[in-house]
């Protein structure tokens, strides 16, 4: 919230609103913030997208450092194959793995 009120200054928008307004993702609310293959959804990487490009038009760049990072590790979902192959060795093909919380549609991995 703290880059989302450095963005919201800009243009003279009320972060409280926007807080308020938030709260009621249950995505982004308190059920939604836990650990995993990725946070938010499918559609984190469109909303972060917008967000880091409207503050970067309103010069407040600086402020979404956090929600670049939080995006690339969003990303990096290959390290659960890694994880898995470490643990469970490299002779997969055949096996039957489920990771619970995970939905890859169309991967071959």
């Not at 919201?8 to 928008?13: I, N, V």
């Not at 913030?33 to 499918?42: A, D, E, N, Q, Y």
């Not at 995006?71 to 002779?91: F, P, Y």
Request: glycine content about 16%.
């Amino acid at each position: 919230m703290n880059a989302m009120a450095e963005v919201c200054e800009k243009p003279g928008a009320k972060v409280a609103e926007l807080a308020d307004i938030l709260r009621h993702d249950i995505r982004i609310g308190r059920r939604g913030m836990r650990p995993g293959l990725g946070v938010g959804g499918g559609c984190l990487p469109k909303d972060l997208g917008g967000f880091i490009t409207r503050a970067d038009e309103l010069d407040a760049g600086e402020a979404v450092g956090m929600l670049r990072e939080s995006g690339a590790v969003n990303a990096r979902r290959q390290r659960v194959i890694d994880l898995a192959r470490e643990e469970l060795g490299t002779d997969l093909p055949g096996r039957r793995i489920t990771v619970w919380g995970a939905a890859v549609i169309g991967s071959s991995a």
